[in-house]
Each structure stands twice: as C-alpha cells, then as structure tokens.
Nanobody
Framework: QVQLVESGGGLVQPGGSLRLSCAASERFFSINAMGWYRQAPGKERELVATITRGGTTNYADSMKGRFTIFRDIAKNTLYLQMNSLKPEDTAVYYC??????????????WGQGTQVTVSS
C-alpha cells in the first residue's frame, strides 16, 4: 500500500558526501516508522538508520556520527545524509516504511534501491 522511490545514489570518493532521498506515497502520519537499509555484494541486508513517526532516530554503530536520517514532512520525503564515506559503505541502499497493526504486527514496504559506490 506504500510506494517508495529512492534517488541520490552515485559514485563518490572516500571522505565525500551524498544525500539520498525517498519519496513516499503516504503521508508520514500514516506511517509508524521509516528507515534506510543497505546490502553489499555477498552480504545480508543491514540496518542503517530509522526514524519513528514521532521523530526518534536510531543508527547502526558503524554509521553513527557520519550519517543523519531526517525528513521533510510537507514533501513526504525521507533523507539520508552520508558524510565521511568509506569504501565499505558501498552497497545498494533501500528505503523502508513500517505500518504497525494492533500494536504488534508489522508490515514492511520497500523501495527499488539506489546504488552507492565509494571508490577512488
């Protein structure tokens, strides 16, 4: 029920910055939480950062201090600002939206992903 479209990926040198965007088809008040995940070649998908409807953020340890998740409520758009990028940050980044039903059951929706490559 929730459509997500990511953009902003690309090639960047180590130490550089990128900002990813995720446009949602639903207003943020209808979504319990949103987040960014990534998957590198040969590895499983991992959490990058999340933000709740109330604005509480959470980051994976390796991203904390370098990445920032934030939103533009009026535009129904989620962002991930990535600074001090490292080669190990290279991955496909996915936008995620979560709807919670009855306080326990979660429904996840995903975007198509955007490639981030950090290389000299």
């Amino acid at each position: 029920q929730v459509q997500l479209v990511e953009s902003g990926g690309g090639l960047v040198q180590p130490g550089g910055s990128l900002r990813l965007s995720c446009a949602a088809s639903e207003r943020f008040f209808s979504i319990n939480a949103m987040g960014w995940y990534r998957q590198a070649p040969g590895k499983e998908r991992e959490l990058v950062a999340t933000i709740t409807r109330g604005g509480t953020t959470n980051y994976a340890d390796s991203m904390k201090g370098r990445f920032t998740i934030f939103r533009d409520i009026a535009k129904n758009t989620l962002y991930l600002q990535m600074n001090s990028l490292k080669p190990e940050d290279t991955a496909v980044y996915y936008c995620n939206a979560v709807l919670v039903v009855a306080g326990t059951r979660e429904y996840h929706y995903w975007g198509q992903g955007t490639q981030v490559t950090v290389s000299s």
